[in-house]
């Protein structure tokens, strides 16, 4: 897997990437160069594959020294742009009245 995007200062970041969690909302990366939250960033999971563009959420140092643990939530998959997550089925998001 490959993360790939700018850096606030200018710098290009074409870095490999390991992935620890996935779900349909984001990933947990672990990866060399700390990424201010904020950024996006394309990752790509192999070379013959469509980037998908993730946000980053959350940074912690590694286990190893030089490592970085990540969280980044999904933007956008093969160009479509992702929306709000819709509430369940049955959870109200109205008023309670009494």
């Excluded at 160069?33 to 904020?38: D, E, I, K, M, S």
């Excluded at 950024?39 to 070379?47: G, L, M, P």
């Excluded at 590694?62 to 970085?68: A, I, L, R, V, Y």
């Amino acid at each position: 897997m490959r993360v790939r995007g700018t850096m606030r200062d200018g710098r290009q970041l074409n870095e490999p990437a390991v992935v620890k969690q996935m779900s349909s909302h984001g990933i947990r990366i672990s990866i060399q160069t700390a990424l201010p939250n904020g950024s996006e960033v394309d990752v790509q999971v192999a070379e013959d594959r469509p980037t998908t563009r993730y946000r980053v959420v959350w940074a912690v140092e590694g286990d190893t020294p030089g490592s970085w643990q990540m969280g980044l939530e999904l933007v956008e998959s093969s160009g479509t742009p992702r929306g709000p997550a819709a509430p369940a089925a049955g959870t109200g998001t109205g008023t309670v009245y009494e």
